[in-house]
């Protein structure tokens, strides 16, 4: 047996190939952290270093993740090569007892470190799953092109996105009843980015990033994907109905939108309704 034969490593690999299809992960571009169940962690333990690497300060803390075990991305890794070479690109880190330092335990064979994201991961992660009780396991990052564009050209408001990608397709307001966040272009990687878009994460579960992509969580891999997914395919609609040149002429009415909750049973955030 390989660790590539467990089922959650497959999943996660699948989900970098599908994320590379899509087109949403040029060069190194894009990052996946996971966070490991207690019986996968058992799985995974005969695969780990006998002797783990340092700890390594995140900057950031999440006490309520203490303890917790990852299954990430490495830095400068390219998402298409994990299928290709899983144990290159790829790390198990554990969480110390603090809450704010890791150790690679597994993978990243020829070096590295885990996804230069890793503290907005962790700190996402550790406000998600507060936020939903233990639930969400995903944080996604990605560089989807037409929810980029959008950041050029609408307001950078959580209103004025959540409007334009829920009126653009009718299952978004299904999907993203909560609406997106939106955090204004930051230097990535650090825990300036990592703190804003944590805030956002309290109410969202997904984050905008201003020229640079998109965050998304979810309690398992299909939703999670899914979720990007689906922002990313509205913006796409929208930046093709404004590319016909005509303007948007009609959309989905504001009731509509409260029709569509009633009858699919979700909330949607009547905030940003007029
Ligand atoms: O290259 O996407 O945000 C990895 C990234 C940094
Ligand atoms: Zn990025």
């Known amino acids: 047996m390989k660790i590539t034969d467990v089922p959650v490593v497959q999943r996660f690999i699948r989900f970098c190939e599908d994320g590379w299809n ?24 005969p695969f780990f270093d006998r002797v783990p690497r340092p700890w390594t300060d995140m900057g950031v803390q999440g006490t309520n993740l203490a ?17 290709l070479d899983a144990a290159d ?18 993978g990243l064979v020829n070096g590295g470190r885990p996804t230069s994201e890793f503290p907005s991961h962790f700190m996402n992660h550790s406000v998600r799953a507060r936020a939903t009780q233990g639930e969400c396991r995903v944080i996604y990052h990605a560089h989807p092109a037409n929810i980029t564009a959008l950041t050029f050209v609408l307001p950078l408001t959580d209103r004025d996105f959540s409007r334009a ?3 653009s397709e009718t299952e978004c307001p299904v999907v993203f009843p909560g609406g997106v966040g939106v955090v204004e272009w930051m230097v990535p990687g650090g825990a300036e980015i990592a703190l804003a878009t944590s805030k956002k994460m309290e109410e969202y579960d997904a984050v905008v990033w201003a020229h640079h992509g998109l965050f998304a969580s979810g309690p398992d891999f299909d939703t999670t994907f899914g979720l990007m997914h689906t922002i990313e ?7 093709l109905a404004l590319g016909c040149g005509q303007g948007i002429r009609q959309t989905i009415p504001d009731d509509g939108l409260r ?9 949607i955030r009547e905030a940003f309704l007029d």
Do not use: M
């Open 67 to 83: 303890g917790a075990y990852f299954l990430a991305t490495g830095s400068g890794k390219y998402f298409r090569n994990v299928p």
């Open 22 to 45: 899509q087109g949403w992960h040029e060069r190194n571009g894009g990052n996946l952290t996971y966070r490991l169940t207690q019986a996968e962690t058992d799985a995974l333990r």
């Open 233 to 239: 395919k509205a913006a796409q609609i929208y930046v």
């Open 89 to 106: 690109c790829l790390c198990v880190v554990e969480i110390d007892s603090t809450g704010s330092r890791y150790r690679v335990v597994w």
């Open 165 to 167: 990608l829920w009126k």
């Open 259 to 267: 029709a569509i909750a009633r009858e699919f049973g979700v909330t």
